[in-house]
């Protein structure tokens, strides 16, 4: 199996907040093929899911955040954003 660098988006969120696509392009560019993120600035999850598959960039994982009156996950993007893993 080959590795496939991932990257926290998290960690380029003040970038990410300027130029989300020239960020992404980047980061892709650097040849990371997997991201991890907590935020769309502002994209639908289909927008953001069709940006990273056309840099050829999957989304295995999301932040979700938790609802402290019941425990309960609140998954604020859908499904459609996740890609499978690329090895």
């Given at each position: 199996r080959r590795f496939a660098?991932?990257?926290e988006l998290y960690s380029a969120r003040t970038l990410l907040a300027?130029?989300?696509?020239?960020?992404?392009?980047?980061?892709?560019?650097?040849?990371?093929?997997?991201v991890e993120g907590s935020d769309l600035f502002g994209r639908t999850?289909?927008?953001?899911?069709?940006?990273?598959?056309s840099l050829?960039?999957?989304?295995?994982?999301w932040h979700c955040f938790l609802d402290p009156e019941n425990g309960a996950a609140l998954v604020?993007?859908?499904p459609?954003?996740?890609?499978?893993?690329?090895?």
């Open positions: 660098p991932g990257f300027k130029d989300f696509d020239g960020t992404l392009e980047a980061l892709a560019k650097l040849g990371y093929r997997e999850p289909a927008e953001a899911q069709r940006r990273f598959a050829g960039l999957a989304a295995p994982a604020h993007h859908p459609a954003i996740f890609q499978p893993c690329r090895l």
